[in-house]
């Protein structure tokens, strides 16, 4: 499987609380902004902090977020390998085309692919 970039999402209890750890007592940049989210550069990844997206009391508050070329076929893949799927993949209100699964440990990895048409694909230069 080729992942073409990967980021750690945050899904916070208290995101403003969240926000201001990341953003002002650990003094981390500002990679972009979104209605309901915050991307921060952290090193060679990046944390995003999901105020938008809640949780059940079951769930992990951490989930990873993986960039792929298509992601039809890497739902394909990952179902001849045996996982189970979530989520299947889907077009989201934002743009993008997700698919949910869970690691062992019930962590939640989120296959994403950008459309071409995307604003993330767009240059901002």
Known sequence: MEILSARVLLRPSDPEATLAFYRDTLGLAIARTYPGGVVFFA????IE???HMTFDSDETTTALWL????????QRDLVSAGVSITR????????????????PDGRQLIFVEIPADHPLRQDTR
């Open 43 to 46: 090193g060679s990844t990046l």
């Open 49 to 51: 902090v999901a105020s």
């Open 67 to 74: 960039q792929v070329r298509h992601i039809e076929s890497t």
């Open 88 to 103: 299947e993949a889907r077009t989201e209100p934002w743009g993008l085309r997700e698919m949910h699964i869970l690691d």
